[in-house]
């Protein structure tokens, strides 16, 4: 009798301590491993605005831009901000902005750089009333240095004539510009 119970006994425990091992096979963590990831939908948009408004300042109180929008919209996935028509003044603490415009932007999750998209326009009128427009396909900006870039078309109009070249480098605190390939120029006889 005794032996037949104990027979039973190791007979269970065999199958639980087999079911026990098979069942952490099942569900061992290498087994998750093998999972797929699940998808993350890089469009998917967890904020957004309409009609947006935004000025910064500089240290030293002085009207460093301001920038308005039709729509702002905050990609969740990679933090990149989509803009719909921005317009910006990049004042630097002048009466004189740089006018800034496109069809769309997009900004970089730290705010350092802006890349414009379709019909990009600066303009700038200076003290002397003197007015200069850049017009390309693309352009990066990055507000904080002042400095605008473009490996496109341009076509500076200004100072009584028309320049044309591919590849700029604008540096919009000192006012200066470099053309860097295909430069041509059409100026006003006086």
């Given at each position: 009798m005794f032996s037949k119970k104990f027979r039973n006994i190791v007979l269970f425990s065999v199958i639980a301590a087999l079911l026990g091992a098979i069942g952490y096979?099942?569900?061992?963590?290498?087994?998750?491993?093998?999972?797929?990831?699940?998808?993350?939908?890089?469009?998917?948009?967890?904020?957004y605005a309409i009609n947006a408004h935004s000025v910064q300042f500089?240290?030293?109180g002085k009207l460093q831009y301001e920038m308005t929008a039709d729509k702002v919209e905050h990609l969740k996935a990679s933090e990149v901000t989509l803009l719909t028509t921005p317009d910006l003044q990049m004042y630097r603490g002048t009466p004189y902005p740089w006018h800034v415009q496109s069809v769309r932007g997009e900004v970089n999750p730290d705010g350092s750089e802006v890349e414009l998209i379709d019909s990009v326009r600066i303009a700038r009128t200076d003290d002397k009333d003197r007015t200069t427009i850049i017009t390309s396909s693309r352009?990066?900006?990055?507000?904080?240095?002042?400095y605008a870039q473009t490996e496109q078309d341009v076509r500076?109009?200004?100072a009584g004539g028309v320049t044309t070249g591919k590849g700029m480098k604008a540096y919009l605190k000192d006012s200066r510009i470099?053309?860097?390939?295909?430069?041509?120029?059409?100026y006003e006889a006086r």
């Open positions: 096979w099942n569900i061992s963590p290498e087994s998750f491993l093998d999972q797929p990831v699940a998808q993350v939908d890089e469009s998917a948009i967890d904020y500089l240290p030293d352009m990066t900006v990055f507000p904080q240095k002042q500076i109009d200004g470099n053309l860097l390939s295909n430069v041509r120029g059409q």
